[in-house]
């Protein structure tokens, strides 16, 4: 073939391009004939996948982790601050009671807990409990009068005796008020009296776990035990008692445990009678807490009270390092003891 000459194509050259580019189109169409038809099965097939991750994940969410149960442990430092304070007021188990609860972590010690004492004015708390129960209950409301019987007005705080005549209806509300408020003797007598002495002392025990003994339905003694209990079940339902810790906030005229506590609410009851010395109560501090401090025979009693429960205060507060009470001297005295023990038992 000499250079430069054009050829011309075959006249069968074009046809066999239009055969194979029919051939190709009809593979095509074929090609996408089936991805139609496998498209929509691996699309519901994709969905479904997708429908049962998004299902699980939705379950997996919808289930909450269980809560983190505390279990209440005994709180050793506490048990060293104590053991300070016993040793700072000569305390022993003839003359001192004592409870504590930090409600948070459910830290406790206890001293002596199990032991009865006379109760003095402690008692009225759970006696107020008790009517406040019942006017929930439907059985009283704050003006249902009742009845001041003879027999009970009796000296001390509060004014029920001199705005009230024997065979007067006190409204509840009064009664309540002052029996807590100001520790009035005449009013508590007059509830008391209202549904019998070992009656009430009766309905009262529903407030604690104790195995209480017959003296507590005839005389007016309580333990450290009794007193936690009543403490807790008021903390657990204080909504039913908003207006009895109320009072308890009021309670005292800022002495005892709440002489030195300036800054927290501190619902407590006192009581002293012939030497006995008490006070228990809620200290709403950002970790609340229950204590009790009862005491027999100690000097000065009322600020020996409010001194420890600042201590208590400064404790929870963490402004408290309770190693610190003891000399350095008698904690290398502990050590080496404790050195010695340990060789000796090696």
Do not use: R, W
């Not at 001192?96 to 807990?113: A, L, P, Q, V």
């Not at 508590?188 to 002495?197: D, K, Q, R, V």
């Amino acid at each position: 073939m000499s250079k430069g000459k054009h050829v011309k194509p075959s006249p069968y050259s074009k046809p066999k391009f239009k055969k194979s580019l029919l051939f190709v189109l009809l593979s095509l169409a074929l090609l996408c004939i089936a991805f139609d038809i496998l498209t929509p099965a691996t699309d519901t097939k994709s969905i479904a996948s997708t429908n049962e991750q998004e299902n699980v994940s939705t379950s997996e969410a919808s289930v909450e982790p269980e809560p983190v149960v505390i279990e209440p442990s005994k709180d050793e430092n506490m048990e060293l601050l104590i053991k300070y304070e016993m040793e700072k007021y000569n305390f022993n188990e003839n003359n001192f009671y004592f409870f504590f609860y930090n409600i948070s972590d459910k830290k406790y010690y206890f001293y002596n807990e199990n032991t009865y004492f006379t109760a003095a004015s402690t008692i009225k708390v759970p006696v107020a409990m008790y009517y406040y129960d019942e006017i929930n209950s439907g059985n009283y409301t704050l003006d249902t009068g009742i009845l001041y019987a003879s027999g009970c007005y009796e000296a001390g705080g509060g004014n029920i005796g001199s705005l009230y005549s024997v065979g007067d209806k006190v409204p509840l509300k009064n009664l309540l008020e002052q029996v807590i408020v100001n520790s009035d003797n005449t009013a508590i007598n007059i509830l008391m009296a209202n549904l019998g002495y070992s009656n009430v002392k009766k309905a009262i025990t529903k407030y604690s776990d104790e195995t209480i003994p017959d003296d507590f339905y005839t005389s007016n003694i309580a333990s450290a035990s009794f007193y936690f209990d009543v403490m807790n079940y008021l903390y657990e339902h204080q909504n039913e008692y908003t207006t009895l810790i109320d009072h308890m906030k009021k309670s005292s005229m800022g002495k005892y445990l709440k002489e030195y506590i300036t800054d927290y609410d501190v619902a407590h009851k006192y009581g002293s009678y012939s030497g006995y010395v008490h006070d228990y109560g809620i200290v709403f501090t950002e970790k609340p807490y229950l204590v009790g401090i009862f005491t027999k025979g100690i000097p000065n009693s009322d600020e020996v009270i409010a001194k420890i429960s600042k201590d208590i205060l400064d404790y929870n507060l963490g402004n408290l390092d309770v190693n610190s009470l003891f000399p350095e001297e008698e904690n290398n005295n502990t050590l080496n003891t404790t050195n010695s023990t340990a060789n000796t038992n090696s």
